[in-house]
T-cell receptor
Framework: GENVEQHPSTLSVQEGDSAVIKCTYSDSASNYFPWYKQELGKRPQLIIDIRSNVGEKKDQRIAVTLNKTAKHFSLHITETQPEDSAVYFCAATPSGSARQLTFGSGTQLTVLP | DGGITQSPKYLFRKEGQNVTLSCEQNLNHDAMYWYRQDPGQGLRLIYYSQIVNDFQKGDIAEGYSVSREKKESFPLTVTSAQKNPTAFYLC?????????????FGPGTRLLVL
């Protein structure tokens, strides 16, 4: 089955700097890659996702890049703000109902004021 | 995600006891999921259901059971066979069973063993 590795496990950045979180996956059939944000004590929420037919997707200060050849994808947050502090999870799956999302182990991002 | 609820927020289990976690959604979603979250680990899939009266085991189903008698409800029972049940349990739903559809999560239930 799919295996997703996520790095780093913790990341501290100064407010205004950029943050990058990287994930690698093992199943070459995976073609859907969502990112979830979980604030302390709250539920995970989808912040951005990408499908294998594109290499990059942006939404304001957040972007995700995908390299299918190398089987890795990354989350980029620019101009970080204190409210970006949270745990971020990547996930991967082939589309279709037979397979389910496999999540990475999470990255605790702390934005220092 | 406000349309998916879980109860209770905290649950305590005694040795040898079965406990049931509730998950309800009013989003008219066909698919529902149960995940377990442990510190320093990602979400691990326990069970999922793509349609009423049908469900499949996830990666860590041992010691758990579910039912899907109604579209809106997907309760999870943690049985006495689950030897390490202390964790944060998250329920999720999606419009259909295709894994590329957005999953919406409930607020979670924290289970503690006495």
């Amino acid at each position: 089955g799919e295996n997703v590795e996520q790095h780093p496990s913790t990341l501290s950045v100064q407010e205004g700097d950029s943050a990058v979180i990287k994930c690698t996956y093992s199943d070459s059939a995976s073609n859907y890659f969502p990112w979830y944000k979980q604030e302390l004590g709250k539920r995970p929420q989808l912040i951005i996702d990408i499908r294998s037919n594109v290499g990059e997707k942006k939404d304001q200060r957040i972007a995700v890049t995908l390299n299918k050849t190398a089987k890795h994808f990354s989350l980029h947050i620019t101009e970080t703000q204190p409210e970006d502090s949270a745990v971020y999870f990547c996930a991967a799956t082939p589309s279709g109902s037979a397979r389910q999302l496999t999540f990475g182990s999470g990255t605790q991002l702390t934005v220092l004021p | 995600d406000g349309g998916i609820t879980q109860s209770p927020k905290y649950l305590f289990r005694k040795e040898g006891q079965n406990v049931t976690l509730s998950c309800e959604q009013n989003l008219n979603h066909d698919a529902m999921y149960w995940y377990r979250q442990d510190p320093g680990q990602g979400l691990r899939l326990i069970y999922y259901s793509q349609i009423v009266n049908d469900f499949q085991k996830g990666d860590i189903a041992e010691g758990y059971s579910v039912s899907r008698e109604k579209k809106e409800s997907f309760p999870l029972t943690v049985t006495s066979a689950q030897k390490n049940p202390t964790a944060f349990y998250l329920c999720a739903s999606s419009l259909g069973g295709d894994t590329s559809e957005t999953q919406y999560f409930g607020p979670g239930t924290r289970l503690l063993v006495l």
